[in-house]
């Protein structure tokens, strides 16, 4: 497996609720969650049966391609998506059904409870208004009673905390004053300023250099020191996904590939999917001398037209044809713990399969991890 660096990543135990056991104590459970779209060229599945749970006090980094469905499925927590979008299941916080509740019932809960950090700090901020007019904004909403003192103090104390430098002057000043780093620190700042108890943060390092990625994840974990919040973290980066997450959720065509631990996920792969993800990164120890990468073969599908039976079957290096993997979707299982499952068929003959065997061709790699039952096929 990887060596990609854990960083000071917590392990939680392996007695958290499988996704498909009560609720317990979790502060958002996510329940067979479908969501889709109709278009001329038919319904799009965006989100195909996703199921997780979130803690207090934890990271969940949900990773995937684009189009995974990683986007629609928070939007669809926080009740952001369009009115043609057709979502059925459970959305529970704390025990309360999102999806039962009246639109006026929801504003409520939206930015005081449950809070977004969206992916561009540059359209989500208005340009016509100061950065802490919008904060203070979102803070007097949810505390009509507050002085206007008050909130101007709360204000400046949120910039101080998510890192902005000078924050009594910076709070007057408009967006486009703001270098991108610190946009996306305002951004935080107003979604947490009203202390939520679950807070989504939508790539939040997306188009930052890696020093600012670096100063921004650390006031997300900073944040989450202060509040205890639930943190369910969108993003492609897997070095964001180690160094921050507790759980991770991979996705793929809308539905759950592999969910576990982050040591479990990088160390203990139990799906194609993942592993293909792992193997395409970079390695200094593999690639000094000027080997390529490892690449998933294909592209993500088309989620009008997903393909029947697992829909990684046909990029997928294991995959045995034409039954069960072309026919049969591979139900999310618990494998080896708990808290670890995988939606693959033959998860289990991923346990010795490593980096360096995806490196291998595709024929080899079948045949060394299959021996013992040659009557399958390989995927073209």
């Known amino acids: 497996m990887t060596d990609t ?3 000071d990543a917590r392990v939680l135990p392996d007695d ?5 056991t009560p609720v317990g104590d979790a502060v958002l459970s996510v329940r067979d969650l479908h969501v889709s779209f109709p278009t001329d060229d038919g319904m799009v599945k965006a989100v195909d049966g996703v199921s997780y749970d979130v803690f207090e006090n934890e990271v969940l980094g949900i990773v995937g391609e684009s189009g995974s469905g990683k986007s629609v499925s928070s939007m669809a927590v926080l009740g952001l998506l369009p009115p043609s979008a057709q979502i059925t299941g459970q959305i529970l916080y704390r025990g ?10 929801k504003l409520k809960l939206r930015g005081s409870k449950l809070a977004m950090v969206f992916q561009d700090a540059l359209a989500a901020l208005n340009p016509v208004f100061t950065v802490g007019g919008q904060i203070a ?12 003192a008050q909130v ?3 204000t400046i104390a949120l910039l101080d905390l998510v890192g902005i430098p ?3 002057a910076r709070v007057d000043q408009y967006p486009h004053e703001y270098s991108g780093g610190m946009r996306q620190r305002a951004m935080i700042a107003m979604a947490i300023s009203n202390d939520p108890d679950v807070l989504i943060a939508d790539e939040p390092t997306t188009a930052l250099d890696v020093t600012i990625q670096a100063q921004v994840l650390e006031v997300i974990e900073r944040v989450q020191d202060r509040t205890n919040s639930a943190i369910i973290l969108i993003t492609h980066d897997l070095g964001v996904v180690a160094g921050v997450a507790d759980r991770v959720m991979v996705m793929y065509a809308g539905r759950p590939a592999e969910i576990g631990t982050v040591d479990e996920i990088f160390y203990e792969t139990r799906h194609p999917y993942t592993l293909g993800l792992m193997a395409s990164l970079p390695r200094l120890d593999e690639n000094s001398d000027g080997a390529r990468l490892h690449r998933i073969k294909g592209q993500p599908p088309s989620l009008i037209f997903v393909p029947t039976g697992c829909p990684f079957h046909p990029r997928c290096e294991f995959a045995r044809l034409p039954e069960p993997c072309s026919t049969e979707i591979p139900p999310l299982r618990q494998i080896d713990t708990v808290g670890h499952r995988s939606a693959c068929h033959f998860a289990e003959d991923l346990r010795e399969v490593g980096r360096k065997d995806l490196l291998m061709s595709a024929e080899e790699s079948m045949a060394a991890t299959v021996a013992e039952d040659p009557a399958h096929g390989v995927a073209e």
């Open 96 to 105: 309360t059904d999102l999806l039962a509740l009246r639109e006026k019932d």
């Open 152 to 154: 101007r103090e709360r």
């Open 137 to 148: 904004e979102a803070i007097r909403i949810h505390n009509p009673d507050w002085h206007r």
């Open 5 to 7: 660096p854990m960083g």
């Open 166 to 168: 000078n924050p009594a």
């Open 16 to 20: 958290r609720p499988s996704p498909t």
